[in-house]
C-alpha cells in the first residue's frame, strides 16, 4: 500500500515551523510586529479619533482671551479629526469653548552646589469654560495643566532651548487631550420646547 502524500497539517499547527521556512531575518521582524501590537493594545493606545470623541458635541466655536497660537492650531486640528465643526461665529456653534486664562511659565526647579541653575520647570495651563449656544454654563470654570522638569546646561543654552520648544510641544498635545476629555463629559441636550404650565 502506497505512502499518503505530505500535507501542510505540521506547518499550520506549528508556527515556528513555518516562520523557519520564511526568508532569513524574517522571522525576528515577524515577532516585533507581534510584541509592538500587544504591548500597544495592553496600554490601551487607539488610533488617533477612535474611541475618544465627544458623543454629544457636533460643532464648537473657540472664544474668550487670546491663546498661544500652536495650542489653537492643535486644538483645531484634533477636534475638527474627531468629526466636530470648529466655527468661526459663536451663533453658528452647539457650543462656545471660552478661554478665561492661559499661562506659560518657566522657572528654576534646582541649583546646582554653585548656585548655578541645574534644572528648569515648565508649566502650561488654561482655564476655560464651556457654553450653550443660549449661554448657559454647560462646563463650569475648569483648569488643565501640565508640567515638565528638564537639566539645563548653562554652557549649551541653544539645546536647553531646542528642549524646551520640544516639551512646549508635547504639553500643548496633553493639554488639548485634557479639553477633549472635559467635552466628552457633556451629554445631550434637552430637544423641543417644554409644554407650558
Known amino acids: 500500500m502506497s505512502e499518503s502524500p505530505p500535507t501542510n497539517r505540521k506547518l499550520l499547527m506549528a508556527p515556528d515551523l513555518f516562520l523557519s ?32 470623541t465627544p458623543q454629544h458635541v457636533d ?17 483645531q486640528r484634533d ?3 474627531l468629526g466636530i465643526a470648529v466655527q468661526d461665529n459663536a451663533n453658528a456653534a452647539q457650543y462656545s469653548l471660552v478661554v478665561l486664562d492661559q499661562k506659560s511659565r518657566k522657572r528654576t526647579a534646582t541649583l546646582s552646589g554653585r548656585a548655578r541653575i541645574s534644572e528648569l520647570e515648565l508649566i502650561e495651563e488654561v482655564r476655560f ?7 448657559s454654563e454647560v462646563i463650569p470654570p475648569a483648569m488643565v495643566r501640565d ?9 549649551d543654552v541653544l539645546a536647553a532651548d531646542d528642549e524646551a520648544q520640544l516639551l512646549r510641544r508635547e504639553m500643548r498635545a496633553n493639554l ?17 420646547d417644554a409644554p407650558a404650565p
Open 21 to 52: 521556512r520564511c526568508r532569513p531575518g524574517a522571522t525576528g521582524g515577524v515577532w516585533l510586529l507581534v510584541l509592538l501590537i500587544a504591548a500597544l493594545g495592553g496600554c490601551g493606545w487607539q488610533l488617533r479619533g477612535q474611541g475618544d
Open 59 to 75: 460643532s464648537l466655536h473657540i472664544g474668550g482671551r487670546p491663546v498661544d497660537a500652536e495650542l489653537l492650531r492643535e486644538l
Open 79 to 81: 477636534l475638527e479629526a
Open 129 to 135: 469654560t464651556v457654553l450653550a449656544q443660549d449661554g
Open 147 to 155: 508640567d515638565r522638569i528638564f537639566e539645563y546646561n548653562e554652557d
Open 176 to 192: 488639548v487631550r485634557q479639553i477633549i476629555s472635559y467635552l466628552q463629559r457633556i451629554g445631550p441636550r434637552p430637544t423641543g
